[in-house]
């Protein structure tokens, strides 16, 4: 398994409720590390941008709402196959299919609000982690 990079945020949902170091923690005990962070306060057209992909769907102006209404805290975590760990430790989209012990069924408040984002793909990986953060910003 190769070492890889994926994006992370927390959400508003969860930065609200001062839940960014559970978060964390959950993180770490996975073996991922965190090797870029910070807190952000998106605007509705920031957030829009970064969920373009999600734009004909019924949710999306809900979404880009939601993302912009409180700071997110954004991330870039590194460890041994981390696209694909980091979605296990999320847990599912909907916080009600979502595996004991993962971040969304402890967390979440619903399918909307469901406190974390992770990229999907090496592809979006790359993406997404060059939308918030330059090479700079990434200490591993
Ligand atoms: P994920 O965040 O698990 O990758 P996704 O990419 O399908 O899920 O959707 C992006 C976000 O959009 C998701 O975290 C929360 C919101 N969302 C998805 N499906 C939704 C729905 N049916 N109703 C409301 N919000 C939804
Ligand atoms: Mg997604």
Do not use: W
Not at 5 to 15: G, V
Not at 104 to 121: C, M, T
């Amino acid at each position: 398994m190769a070492i890889e990079r994926t994006l992370s945020i927390i959400k508003p949902d969860a930065t609200r409720r001062n839940l960014t170091g559970a978060i964390n923690a959950k993180f770490e005990a996975a073996g991922l590390r965190i090797v870029a962070q910070k807190r952000i306060k998106l605007t509705k057209e920031q957030a829009g941008k970064f969920y373009e992909v999600h734009k004909e769907r019924p949710f999306y102006d809900e979404l880009c709402e939601f993302m912009s209404s409180a700071p997110v805290v954004v991330q870039v975590l590194e460890g041994e196959n981390a696209i694909a760990r980091n979605r296990e430790v999320m847990g599912a989209t909907n916080p009600a299919e979502a595996a004991e012990g993962t971040i969304r069924k402890e967390f979440a408040l619903s399918i909307g609000e469901n406190s974390v984002h992770g990229s999907d793909a090496p592809e979006t990986a790359a993406a997404e982690i060059a939308f918030f953060f330059s090479q700079l910003e990434i200490v591993g």
